[in-house]
């Protein structure tokens, strides 16, 4: 199927070492696994029922309502090791034995890594471009460690993207930095192409061709894997946009419950890129 040029870095040569364009009527599993785990905990919003291909060159992740809840779908192309199950489902706190690993599907390091979709319309979910590392939070130093990089972030239907990046683990050893709100301007189908050059010394991101931000605070010397996904608010702990605990986290916030379905993430393609040395 006929699918948009990529908006490549200008000055260098690119070659494509990565992709999936969507095009059939099934996802590829030999390149994703769904994500249904969290910090160990199986999150109850996500699932694989709501991804699919529409036969048209696009990855559909739509948001699902039943019985009261809200469901959506998150695929990758790895595993952060804290996202393994242990086999003592019901206890609280860190589970031993740990779930058995999980082959990555692709790991890169490096290059060019680039998304074009088109967001979603209503509140009370986001949706996220991605790259994350297998072992994030061993150790303090973010080039071995790795790094949780952001390349696409949409919290809120305020016509904004931001680029975030996070490492040091997710507790008190958590250190961030941002770009702030991202403007987005229409395009004529409504389609947004978002890219991060991810180099030895920092990461540069672009929102439809354009450069956006750079950070060179903390930079991954550690391949990574793929994320795109969606989630509903309401089912964590931690309030995504504001940061604060919430009193529970197995219930849709209430900007959810407004949704006007159906609603949907729509992903023409995802692709990788290394560049090429003279």
Known sequence: MEHAKSLLPAGKKWKLVWNDEFDGTELD??????????LQKRQICLTDETASLDGKGNL??????????????????????????GQEFEKDGFAWPIDKFFEPKFMHKYGYYEIRCKLQTQEGWWS???LQSPVIGCCPNPEVAGVEVDIMESFRRDNTVSHNNHWGGYAADHKCAGSG???????????HTFGLEWTPDEYIYYVD?????????????????ILVSTECMGYRWV??????LQESSD???????????PDAFIVDYVRVYDEVKD
């Open 181 to 191: 709100d991202i403007p987005l301007e229409d395009t004529p189908d409504g389609y």
């Open 60 to 85: 559909v992740l739509s948001l699902m309502e039943k019985d009261g809840h809200y469901y959506s779908s998150q695929i990758q192309t790895g595993e952060n090791y804290m996202d393994r199950p």
């Open 209 to 225: 061709g354009k450069e956006t931000w750079r950070c060179s605070e903390a930079v991954s010397r550690r391949e990574q894997f």
């Open 128 to 130: 996220a471009f991605w």
């Open 251 to 261: 219930k849709p916030a209430e900007s959810l419950k407004k949704a006007v379905l």
């Open 29 to 38: 599993m030999t390149k994703w696994s769904f994500r249904y785990h969290i």
């Open 239 to 244: 309030d995504v946009l504001t940061g604060e």
